[in-house]
């Protein structure tokens, strides 16, 4: 998965956005290899509202020194275009404010994607930002923070943090003290620090870079999904090897609205191991990591979210549960989140359930943001849970009748993760199945 694939911004009209770069740690590097993946327009704009070094200029195709608005009048029509403010001891100067809004308009006017490195760090893989830093346009749709992960293990030192006393006062680490995982995250979340200057609206991104080893992948992904609660997305990645993991916050959407006609009662409330099937499945979702968890809810609604009522899920109730599995599943698609990436679908009469394949169906998501994946039992037979991503969910609001998500298995390509156990196969439609399920238990 390439880095504008991970951040969501690979194709339009995600691409066509301005999007402004701040911290350390391969900001720079990260600005133009997002500029080169960048396939919705023939062009580029690339600028900064702080400095670049004269060695970066090559990374474009085309360089304009914009003293005023007319040097932009014979503007390329191609390529990598890096605006600057005049050279001056090797580094570019930032541009002006009125230049900075000419490059808007011309985005807006023609869909030119418009990129901004709005922070400087001195090549350092930590930089904590000064009184009047970072410089981000207030029309920034997409801030990304990054932050470098070869600092983790060293000193807090002038070496590896651009202004370490400012970041000291904000983490409350000692001078010289070794920078931890614990101090990162709580600098990438300060108001004052990661967070700090970026506008409400804006989508916010932390990139992990520089996790060039299985450890520091592993180290990576543990801030991520701390960070999830302050950011919409975290990327953990290695601009070095052009690999990238997107850690994203994954629904658990469980189905507990059906009448239960085979059965010929409310399947949501037979027990196993001594609690009722929708509390089981809740209880699993919520400790694989799953959030939100929405439950809804139709046919004894009251009986069901009362087996709920003191754990952390939303309920839901879908008036329309007569007409089929369909509008149970619209139902929860329209309740996520902005941030949230993915979703992930769980029947009520399935508590045996294991959280293991929930979490191997969002791991494999982090690697590609394939577009729907499931669990493949034996090598041949598809079975619950299935994950869809966020790409899927116009699709998913458009089903009717009593049809689930597999109708629109033709129209993506779908990813399966092998697993060996059959028990995911198992549906309690019938008495018989309840009893078989009951046999398990008690193995």
């Known amino acids: 998965m390439d880095f504008a694939h991970a951040l969501r911004l690979a194709s339009a009209p995600a691409s066509n956005q301005i999007i402004s770069l701040v911290g350390a740690g391969g900001k720079t590097t990260a600005l133009f290899q997002l500029a080169r993946q960048t396939p919705a327009a023939p062009s580029v704009i690339v600028t900064a509202t702080t400095h670049f070094g004269v060695w970066q200029i090559p990374l474009a195709d085309h360089h304009i020194i914009a003293k005023s608005v007319d040097d932009l009048l014979d503007f390329p029509e191609k390529g990598v275009i890096l605006v600057t403010g005049e050279i001056e001891n090797n580094r570019t100067e930032p541009v002006a404010n009125a230049i900075l809004n000419w490059l808007r308009e011309k985005h807006k006017k023609q869909g030119i994607p418009l990129l901004i490195e709005a922070d400087g760090s001195r090549q350092k893989p930590l930089k904590a930002p000064a009184e009047h830093e970072p410089p981000i346009p207030e029309f920034s749709e997409v801030a990304i923070v990054v932050a470098g992960l070869s600092a983790i293990g060293k000193p807090l030192t002038e070496e590896f943090v651009h202004r370490p006393e400012i970041f000291s006062r904000l983490t409350n680490l000692e001078i010289g003290q070794t920078i931890t995982p614990n101090e990162v995250v709580a600098f990438l979340t300060h108001l004052e620090g990661g967070q700090k200057n970026i506008p409400p609206n804006a989508r916010r991104i932390a990139f992990l870079n520089q996790a060039d080893t299985p450890e520091l992948q592993s180290i990576g992904g543990d801030m991520a999904r701390e960070l999830l609660n302050h950011f919409d997305s975290a990327i953990v990645g290695s601009l070095q090897q052009n690999s990238f993991r997107a850690i994203e916050h994954t629904a658990g959407i469980i189905l507990a609205a059906g009448q239960a006609t085979r059965y010929g009662s409310p399947k949501q409330l037979l027990e196993w191991k001594g609690r009722p099937f929708v509390r089981c499945v809740a209880e699993t979702a919520l400790q694989a990591g799953l959030w939100p968890v929405v439950v809804v809810t139709g046919f004894h609604s009251t009986e069901v979210e009362s087996c709920l ?124 199945d309840y009893q078989k399920l009951i046999a398990i238990e008690n193995l």
Request: glycine share 6%; net charge negative; aromatic share 6%.
């Open 309 to 432: 009522k003191d754990l952390p899920v939303e309920i839901i109730h879908n008036p329309e549960y007569m007409q089929g599995q369909s509008t149970s599943i619209k139902t929860g698609i329209a309740a996520m989140p902005q941030k949230v990436g993915s979703a992930l679908f769980l029947l009520a009469d399935q508590p045996q359930i294991p959280g293991d394949v929930i979490r191997a169906l969002m791991e494999t998501h982090t690697k590609e943001l394939h577009p729907i994946i499931a669990p493949l039992v034996l090598e041949e037979r598809r079975a619950n849970p299935v994950l869809f991503d966020r790409v899927t969910f116009p699709e998913l609001m458009q089903l009717t009748g009593d049809i689930g998500g597999r109708a629109i298995f033709s129209k993506y390509k779908v990813e399966y993760i092998p697993w060996h156990d059959d028990i995911l196969l198992l549906d309690v439609d019938k008495p018989e």
